[in-house]
């Protein structure tokens, strides 16, 4: 990775302080965080999202997966998936630091309609995330969007520009194959992407896995195999985590009680709520919202409500 993006962040991050933090920018799209600490593990929704370790290493849990990557490596998001992350190598020298860039597809779509030569769909399902090396092209487009969040003036003209030319090297990468598939309308990939949209907009309403594989137009056997190899879970264990995140974040953000956030999340028993709540952070909601608000650093609480 060009060893210009780590001078250009880390001169960032001294603007801003040069404390642990997680730092937005002028763009929302961009965002930097530094840890001198390891991590405990964090439940988040992850978006479609560009990942680069500029510094330390980082994982990622979803389902039974596993991936870690550090420096002079990318993660690229494809789809919306809950998952658990945490920094895996950092200390006071040398402090994890990682930018997180969403991804619009938008975009993808635009900039894939236009190459004259496009990437051909790999055939198989898969993980909707991926581990790659950072290339040069895609370091120098991150430094140019670091420099850019220090003249607003220019953003409205240049980011659209640059968010082009990434999406035009992630197109031309190793992933692209897989990436390319976000943009075809009649791929497994985007509608699994489309049944994924409908759950997380009325996560608290019930479950019904045939009305999904039909938004899908898939069979109900055929939705839910390719749901599970693209994002390593079942659709109710993805609600499941879809709501216990959400759960949590009104817990402890909004100081909701455990009854307001089970019912707000759709559990008709405050009990299984609990149950299951427990289950998956480890800790009954009212103790496990209280240690975070009184231990937790500022910007992990700031992460969780950017997971909703």
Same mark, same amino acid.
């Given at each position: 990775?060009?060893?210009?993006?780590?001078?250009?962040?880390?001169?960032?991050?001294?603007?801003?302080?040069?404390?642990?933090?997680?730092?937005?920018?002028?763009?929302?799209?961009?965002?930097?965080?530094?840890?001198?600490?390891?991590?405990?593990? $964090?439940?988040?929704?992850?978006?479609?999202?560009?990942?680069?370790?500029?510094?330390?290493?980082?994982?990622?849990?979803?389902?039974?997966?596993?991936?870690?990557?550090?420096?002079?490596?990318?993660?690229?998001?494809?789809?919306?998936?809950?998952?658990?992350?945490?920094?895996?190598?950092?200390?006071?020298?040398?402090?994890?630091?990682?930018?997180?860039?969403?991804?619009?597809?938008?975009?993808?779509?635009?900039?894939?309609?236009?190459?004259?030569?496009?990437?051909?769909?790999?055939?198989?399902?898969?993980?909707?995330?991926?581990?790659?090396?950072?290339?040069?092209?895609?370091?120098?487009?991150?430094? $140019?969007?670091?420099?850019?969040?220090?003249?607003?003036?220019?953003?409205?003209?240049?980011?659209?520009?640059?968010?082009?030319?990434?999406?035009?090297?992630?197109?031309?990468?190793?992933?692209?194959?897989?990436?390319?598939?976000?943009?075809?309308?009649?791929?497994?990939?985007?509608?699994?992407?489309?049944?994924?949209?409908?759950?997380?907009?009325?996560?608290?309403?019930?479950?019904?896995?045939?009305?999904?594989?039909?938004?899908?137009?898939?069979?109900?056997?055929?939705?839910?195999?390719?749901?599970?190899?693209?994002?390593?879970?079942?659709?109710?264990?993805?609600?499941?985590?879809?709501?216990?995140?959400?759960?949590?974040?009104?817990?402890?953000?909004?100081?909701?009680?455990?009854?307001?956030?089970?019912?707000?999340?759709?559990?008709?028993?405050?009990?299984?709520?609990?149950?299951?709540?427990?289950?998956?952070?480890?800790?009954?909601?009212?103790?496990?919202?209280?240690?975070?608000?009184?231990?937790?650093?500022?910007?992990?609480?700031?992460?969780?409500?950017?997971?909703?």
């Amino acid at each position: 990775m060009s060893s210009q993006l780590k001078d250009i962040v880390r001169e960032f991050v001294e603007a801003e302080g040069g404390e642990d933090g997680l730092f937005g920018t002028p763009m929302p799209s961009l965002y930097i965080m530094r840890s001198s600490t390891e991590t405990l593990p $964090r439940h988040m929704v992850y978006r479609p999202s560009l990942c680069f370790v500029v510094q330390g290493a980082k994982q990622i849990m979803l389902g039974d997966e596993v991936l870690r990557y550090e420096e002079q490596q990318s993660l690229v998001i494809g789809i919306e998936l809950p998952g658990i992350g945490r920094v895996v190598q950092a200390s006071r020298k040398e402090p994890y630091i990682g930018i997180t860039l969403e991804l619009d597809v938008a975009v993808l779509r635009d900039v894939m309609r236009k190459m004259p030569k496009r990437p051909r769909p790999a055939n198989r399902s898969r993980l909707g995330i991926f581990v790659q090396d950072a290339d040069e092209q895609l370091a120098d487009c991150m430094v $140019r969007l670091i420099r850019l969040a220090r003249t607003p003036k220019a953003i409205p003209v240049l980011y659209p520009a640059i968010m082009q030319e990434i999406c035009f090297w992630l197109l031309n990468g190793e992933h692209g194959g897989d990436i390319c598939k976000l943009t075809l309308p009649d791929s497994h990939m985007q509608r699994i992407a489309d049944a994924i949209f409908i759950l997380r907009e009325d996560f608290a309403k019930p479950i019904r896995v045939n009305e999904l594989a039909a938004a899908a137009n898939m069979s109900p056997s055929s939705f839910h195999e390719h749901f599970k190899l693209i994002t390593s879970m079942s659709p109710l264990q993805y609600q499941k985590h879809l709501r216990l995140i959400e759960a949590r974040r009104l817990l402890v953000t909004e100081a909701a009680s455990v009854a307001e956030a089970a019912h707000q999340v759709g559990y008709e028993s405050a009990s299984q709520f609990s149950r299951e709540y427990n289950r998956m952070f480890g800790a009954p909601p009212r103790r496990d919202a209280s240690e975070l608000r009184s231990t937790a650093p500022a910007y992990s609480l700031q992460a969780i409500a950017l997971s909703a």
